[in-house]
């Protein structure tokens, strides 16, 4: 059950990673390179203003392919522990 939490930590990390991509093509302050922090908004949003700001945006790069093979060994592990406690009942 460990690798499953650790894989599902690594898909979290990689849809943190490119929502902070997201945050970083949208801040203007970025975009000119302006030496004032007031003009980057990407300094100014909460990180969970950011996950709701461009989660949708994010998800869009994922590879959904990789989020299916994610869910799909989680559901595994998942159905396995079950069905070994119905077991041991």
């Known amino acids: 059950m460990m690798a499953v939490s650790l894989e599902f930590g690594r898909l979290v990390d990689?849809?943190?990673?490119?929502?902070a991509d997201c945050v970083?093509?949208?801040?203007s302050g970025c975009e000119i390179d302006d030496p004032s922090q007031k003009h980057h908004s990407c300094l100014m949003m909460e990180k969970e203003e950011r996950?709701?700001?461009?989660?949708?945006?994010a998800w869009e790069k994922t590879s959904h392919e990789e989020v299916l093979g994610t869910?799909?060994?989680?559901l595994y592990v998942a159905l396995i522990t079950k069905s070994r406690r119905l077991d041991a009942e």
Request: hydrophobic share 45%; proline share 0%.
């Open 51 to 57: 996950v709701e700001s461009y989660f949708e945006e």
């Open 71 to 74: 869910v799909k060994r989680l």
């Open 24 to 27: 970083l093509k949208h801040c």
């Open 14 to 19: 990689v849809v943190y990673t490119l929502i």
